[in-house]
């Protein structure tokens, strides 16, 4: 499974600020980590911060926090804010018996996909992180 | 560069996920300790209600015919399991060590855990499988797996959040034509 940019963007920086929630961190600090662009970011985190995800902290050593529920908050949550996780509608050269098939067979793993990233939620997320840190030492 | 999604309001059940304060249990915790133990067939009413309200279905027979499987089996690998907090039973996990099942070595099998809806958020399923897996270990096995409906989301998130990954097999099915 394939994500576009910024949704991993989005999740890597939810992610961050989730495990530090009484902390705010910076556009540049996060940009830096995941070695992208501030700006590109910045964008990310203005959409999270649209829908109420991630807060702004304006002036003097700014950035942003985490004002979320990470243990409600699920990666299709974020997701959805960016990509488009509805089931693919059967246009087209799907209307043939072949097509439909393949788009059964196809739509079994697009199926198991939105399943997994509905039951993994940023607190889920940060313990699988944690567990595979400690696994690799 | 992809572009980002044009701005929809946030759903309502996302903005319920928003508030960074945790849901509160739906009843006061009670001040009994909670005990993890075997099932007693005193116990049985209360795990079949907790059933019947989570899936709709009274199956007394089929709980009857568990009990008398699964109850006083450790020695054959079976587990059935309450969580009770001073005399209410308030859940119940079920599972076994299979041997060889689908080519895999012997490993334990949670089939069934559930809280009363009014009793969770206070631990208990967690305890639950903790006291299973337990019993799996001590029975020399080093793995858990279970199987659930890919949109059981609540249970399925669960087992996820105690660090469960999806396994190696595919579950199948098919439609017997009568």
């Known amino acids: 499974m394939k994500l576009q940019q910024n949704t991993r963007l989005a999740l890597y920086s939810l992610l961050e600020f989730a495990a530090a929630p009484e902390r705010q961190?910076?556009?540049?600090?996060?940009?830096?980590?995941?070695?992208?662009?501030s700006h590109?970011?910045?964008?990310?985190?203005?959409?999270?911060?649209r829908v109420g995800m991630v807060q702004s902290v304006r002036g003097v050593g700014g950035g942003y926090r985490f004002v979320g529920n990470a243990r409600r908050l699920t990666l299709m949550d974020v997701i959805s804010r960016f990509e488009d996780v509805l089931p693919a509608e059967n246009v087209g050269s799907q209307q043939t018996p072949v097509g439909h098939a393949l788009?059964?067979?196809?739509?079994?793993?697009?199926?198991?996909?939105?399943?997994?990233?509905?039951?993994?939620?940023?607190?889920?997320?940060?313990?699988?992180?944690?567990?595979?840190q400690q696994g690799s030492r | 560069m992809s572009k980002i999604a044009v701005p929809r309001v946030p759903s309502k059940r996302l903005k319920s996920k928003l508030s960074a304060t945790p849901p509160a249990p739906s009843t006061e915790p009670s001040a009994a300790a909670l005990k993890i133990r075997p099932v007693r067939r005193a116990d049985l009413d209360a795990v079949i209600e907790i059933d019947t309200m989570v899936t709709g279905l009274e199956k007394r027979a089929y709980w009857n015919s568990l009990?008398?499987?699964?109850?006083?089996?450790?020695?054959?690998?079976?587990?059935f399991l309450v969580a009770v907090r001073g005399d209410e039973t308030i859940g119940f996990v079920i599972g076994e060590v299979r041997d060889w099942e689908f080519g895999a070595p012997p490993c334990g099998w949670v089939f069934a855990i559930d809280v009363h809806p009014q009793a969770r958020l206070s631990g208990a399923a967690t305890q639950l499988l903790k006291a299973i897996?337990?019993?799996?270990?001590?029975?020399?096995?080093s793995k858990v797996r279970t199987m659930l409906a890919?949109?059981?989301t609540l249970i399925l998130s669960f087992f996820r959040s105690q660090g469960m990954m999806i396994g190696p097999f595919i579950p199948l099915e098919l439609d017997l034509e009568p």
């Open chain 2, 133 to 141: 897996c337990d019993n799996f270990r001590k029975a020399g096995v």
């Open chain 1, 103 to 132: 788009a059964s067979v196809l739509s079994e793993i697009d199926e198991i996909a939105r399943a997994s990233m509905s039951s993994i939620t940023l607190a889920t997320m940060l313990r699988i992180t944690e567990r595979q």
């Open chain 2, 67 to 79: 009990y008398r499987r699964y109850a006083d089996a450790v020695a054959t690998g079976q587990h």
């Open chain 2, 150 to 152: 890919r949109d059981n």
């Open chain 1, 25 to 37: 961190i910076s556009a540049a600090e996060i940009a830096q980590k995941y070695a992208v662009s």
């Open chain 1, 40 to 49: 590109h970011l910045a964008k990310v985190l203005a959409e999270l911060s």
